[in-house]
């Protein structure tokens, strides 16, 4: 049996295990309002997304040759798998790389604050947020929202416990509590755990919108920046 096949029966076999445990949906993710931020949001960065896409795209070639994007499936809104996109901010066999890289995080995370495999367009898009803007496209398509929970690889998922699950009752965001929070200073995944599930607790489309304004400033402002 080669690797593809038996990486889809692991993926198959996490998404079979989520779905046994998992409980119902948070109310925010059938929202017609925040659905609509959404839509608003994600067409405002994309239309950013053109107007800066060539430069990145030449930057990213010249330091590292390689695709412009990097793309990884992950768990979104009751443990669905979906792709993820990105600008690729690291070198092109960063994940074969991974096992020689020292895991700085505590819990069902990786993390480390000088990864070597980062290149030097990497560390600027990463400090900006910039790597996150394509991200818009699985918003516009119902993948994620603007504002919700970090998006866990099959590797992280299959070792959750039913606390663990709670996090992905909603639609994963490309922000949320973690990244206002602490940002990249935060290693411990418990204590990411607890912000998603604050996050919960707290949400109206208000809630969202405070978020998403406390993200640009956090953005402009560099707290927590790689």
């Known amino acids: 049996m080669n690797s593809a096949v038996l990486q889809n029966n692991s993926n ?8 046994s445990n998992s409980p119902i949906p948070h109310r925010s993710a059938s929202c017609a309002i925040k659905r609509l931020f959404d ?26 040759p390689g695709p412009v994007f990097f793309s990884q499936k992950r768990h979104g809104l009751n443990g669905k798998m979906f792709t993820i996109y990105k600008f690729r901010s690291m070198v092109v066999n960063a994940e074969e790389m991974k096992d020689r890289v020292e895991n ?41 929202s ?23 009752n909603v639609k994963p965001g490309i922000t949320g509590e973690w990244q206002v929070n602490g940002r990249s200073e935060i290693s411990d995944f418990e204590a990411i755990v607890d912000l998603d599930l604050r ?23 560099k707290v927590g920046a790689v």
Request: proline fraction near 5%; charged fraction near 15%.
């Open 12 to 19: 198959s076999t996490v998404a079979h295990s989520f779905f």
């Open 146 to 168: 603007l504002v919700g929970t970090r998006p866990p690889t099959s590797d992280e998922v299959k070792n959750y416990n039913a606390r663990h699950w709670r996090r992905l």
């Open 104 to 144: 700085e995080a505590s819990g069902l995370i990786f993390k480390n604050f000088q990864d070597p495999r980062v290149t030097r367009v990497g560390k600027f898009l990463r400090s900006t947020s910039i790597d996150e803007f394509p991200q818009f496209w699985n918003v516009l398509m119902g993948e994620m």
């Open 39 to 64: 839509i608003a949001g994600s067409l405002v960065g994309l239309a950013i997304l053109a107007i800066v896409f060539l430069p990145i795209a030449i930057a990213i070639k010249l330091d590292n």
């Open 199 to 221: 996050y919960q607790q707290c949400w109206t489309p208000l809630y969202d919108l405070a978020i998403i304004w406390k993200t640009i400033y956090v953005v402009f402002a």
